[in-house]
């Protein structure tokens, strides 16, 4: 397997996350078990923050399948991170309808106000900016992903907003940072306008 110089020695599921790992692979027939793999590689990362080979070995075991089969699938979905990273995972889009809707001004404010290029972490820990691909909220983009949460119809003046109000520890609203509702048509609703509904025949 590959290696980095962050990795650790061993690795344990804590006694909350092995529970929840009995409880995926339980979910499969018997002798199917290995299709619990993502799963439990999800629930290694949100454990550690990221995914090491040690947890790859680990995971292998509980499965019954050969580390290497864990490590492909690891490294195959850019959803797992084989290296350690902040305690925000600011991930920005820019794919094409992102970057024809500015992602450039999302990137470069999010350079600005972490410090930091892509694939690097700040040196209090606390943000790793990466570049990825479509995260599949086209419909609001430019969109950057933070942890779990989606922050969509950023400029620059809002993505430095978002990861300023990250920075004092406040948790900012996650979803369209211009006041728009959903995915809404940006000049307003065209459909369903009206708020009263014919429930009953006249
Ligand atoms: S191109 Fe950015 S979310 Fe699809």
Redesign the pocket.
């Known amino acids: 397997m590959s290696s980095n110089s962050h990795e650790p020695e061993s690795f344990a599921f804590n006694a909350e996350m092995l529970e929840k790992a009995k409880g995926y692979i339980a979910r499969y027939p018997a002798g199917r078990q290995q299709s619990a793999v993502m799963p439990l590689l999800d629930l290694a990362q949100r454990q550690e923050g990221w995914v090491s080979r040690a947890a790859m070995e680990v995971i292998a075991e509980m499965l019954d399948m050969a580390p290497i089969r864990v490590e492909e699938v690891a490294t195959f979905y850019t959803m797992y991170n084989r290296k350690p990273v902040g305690k925000f995972h600011v991930q920005v ?1 820019t ?4 970057m024809l809707r500015g992602s450039d001004d999302v990137v470069a404010a999010a350079k600005a106000a972490l410090g930091v290029g892509f694939g690097e972490m700040t040196s209090d820990g606390l943000f790793t900016l990466s570049e990825v691909e ?5 419909v609001n ?3 950057m992903q933070i942890n779990d949460d989606y922050y969509e119809d950023l400029d620059a003046g809002s993505t430095k907003t978002v990861l300023d109000a990250l920075k004092r520890g406040e948790t900012p609203k996650p979803g369209p940072q211009n006041g728009r509702q959903f995915s809404c048509a940006a000049g307003g609703p065209s459909t369903l306008t009206e708020l009263t509904f014919q429930t009953e025949k006249a």
């Not at 794919?95 to 992102?98: I, R, S, V, W, Y």
């Open positions: 889009c794919n094409l309808p992102c479509c995260l599949g909220a086209c983009a430019p969109m």
